[in-house]
C-alpha cells in the first residue's frame, strides 16, 4: 500500500511519557475514504495515538504522514483544519448554537454565514434547532451531534473521534453512527474512530486496529473480528480481558 492511498501513514511510532512506553512502535495505514475503528482495552494507547495523529503530540521516534506528508511539515492550523477531531464528552462553550459553530472560524478572525450555519445543522440532523438556542438546553445526544457539525466547519479531509457514543443512549447511538457512515459516504471524508464497542466496530468499521499495551496487535477488515488470528486479539473479543 502506498502513501497515495493512505490518509494516514504510521511507521514505528513510539512515544512515552513520565517513564511509561505508551505506544510502541506502531506502524499502519489509515485509507483514505474509509471508516478505521480503533477498539482495545483501556489503557492501550488509542487516545494517545489520536493526539499524535492531530499534532497535539509528537512521537519520541518514527514517523507520521498525512496524505504523504509529514506531519510536521503542516503548519500547526493547516493540520487542524485537514485532521479534525471529535471527543467523548463533546464540550460546549456557554451560550448559543450559534457561537459553538462559529467557534473554529472565530479563532481566525473569521465568522460563519447563517446559510453555512444551518447546511451545517441540517447535515447532521439538528435543522429543527435554532442558532440562538442556547446549549445548555441541548440534550446529551443534540450536543454530541453539534460537536461533529462545529468539528465539520473547517471542512476537515480526516476526522478523528475519541468514543463519541459511549455515553449515550441506544436511539442516540444510532443516530450519530447514521451520521458518520452518511458522512463519510457523502464528502468521502476518511475517519477514524475509537470505540468500546466490537458490535459498532464491525458494523460501522471497513478496517479495523485491534490495540493492545501500547501495540497495533492486529487489523484488517473488520469482519476478522469475529475470528481473530492473535490469541489476545480472541482473548479480547471474548471479554476476557478488559
Not at 483544519?81 to 471527543?87: E, S
Not at 460546549?92 to 459553530?101: D, K
Not at 446559510?115 to 447535515?123: D, G, N, Q, T, V
Amino acid at each position: 500500500m502506498k502513501d497515495a492511498t493512505s490518509a494516514i501513514t504510521l511507521n514505528n511510532v513510539n512515544y512515552t511519557t513520565d517513564g511509561v512506553h505508551i505506544l510502541k512502535n506502531v506502524s499502519g495505514e489509515v485509507l483514505e475514504g474509509k471508516i478505521t475503528t480503533v477498539v482495545g482495552p483501556s489503557g492501550a494507547g488509542k487516545t494517545t495515538l489520536f493526539k499524535l495523529c492531530n499534532g497535539l503530540q509528537s512521537p519520541d521516534s518514527g514517523s507520521i504522514k498525512v496524505h504523504g506528508n509529514p506531519i510536521d511539515s503542516y503548519e500547526p492550523v493547516q493540520l487542524r483544519r485537514k485532521v479534525g477531531i471529535a471527543l467523548q464528552n463533546a464540550t460546549m462553550v456557554s451560550g448559543t448554537v450559534r457561537e459553538n459553530l462559529d467557534l473554529p472560524l472565530k479563532l481566525r478572525g473569521e465568522s460563519l454565514s447563517d446559510k453555512r450555519a444551518i447546511e451545517l445543522l441540517s447535515l447532521v440532523s439538528l435543522n429543527d434547532i435554532a442558532l440562538d438556542k442556547k446549549t445548555k438546553d441541548l440534550s446529551g445526544g443534540q450536543q454530541q451531534k453539534l460537536s461533529i457539525a462545529r468539528t465539520l466547519v473547517n471542512q476537515p479531509d480526516i476526522l478523528l473521534l475519541d468514543e463519541i457514543t459511549s455515553s449515550l443512549d441506544s436511539v442516540s447511538r444510532q443516530d450519530i453512527e447514521k451520521l458518520i457512515s452518511r458522512i463519510n459516504q457523502e464528502y468521502g471524508t476518511t475517519i477514524l474512530w475509537i470505540t468500546h464497542s466490537l458490535q459498532q466496530a464491525m458494523e460501522i468499521g471497513h478496517q479495523t486496529w485491534v490495540m493492545m499495551d501500547g501495540e497495533l496487535v492486529e487489523e484488517g477488515e473488520s469482519s476478522f473480528l469475529k475470528d481473530p488470528q492473535h490469541e489476545r486479539v480472541k482473548q479480547f473479543v471474548r471479554g476476557e480481558i478488559e
